[in-house]
């Protein structure tokens, strides 16, 4: 395995880590709200009265952010190697996980993290594992 210097980028990285724990920090201290995405998501798909305001603020600026970045700089062209076969299963698979995990990466991994969170831990820890384990059997095991 190499590392390629050129696209290692710490400073992008931890100013993008330091935004994203003072929003999760912000929204659960001044809102007592919890910055996952599925729940976030799932709110706007049932949504109860006088919930959908910050929900739907919150996807405006998920989606919203790199199209107001692009116009200051160029966006990153993203690199899949996988089909579009390979992206829907796992796609599916996320989705799946998210619902029997009872939340996903940023609610487990961001804020049930920060807030000591025992499931948050068993969480994180299986679909981290998960994910190494699929790395490891898709390029060593199947060579894909």
């Not at 935004?19 to 799932?42: D, F, K, M, Q, W």
């Not at 579009?84 to 796609?91: D, K, N, R, S």
């Not at 619902?99 to 299986?126: E, K, N, W």
Request: aromatic share 8%.
């Amino acid at each position: 395995m190499t590392i390629d210097w050129s696209a290692f980028t710490p400073w992008p990285a931890l100013a993008g880590g330091v935004l994203i724990g003072l929003a999760a920090a912000l929204l659960v201290l001044l809102n007592g709200r919890i910055a996952g995405i599925s729940g976030v998501l799932a709110g706007l798909l049932k949504p109860a009265k006088g919930d959908v305001a910050w929900r739907a603020a919150f996807v405006l600026g998920l989606v919203g952010a790199p199209l107001v970045y692009r116009l200051v700089a160029a966006l990153p062209l993203p690199r899949i190697d996988a089909g579009f076969g390979a992206v829907m299963l796992a796609g599916l698979l996320v989705g799946l996980g998210t619902r029997y995990g009872s939340g996903c990466t940023s609610g487990h991994g961001v804020c049930g993290l920060s807030r000591l969170s025992p499931r948050s831990l068993v969480a994180t820890l299986a679909f981290m594992g998960a994910g190494f384990a699929t790395v490891f059997v898709l390029r060593h095991l199947l060579g894909a």
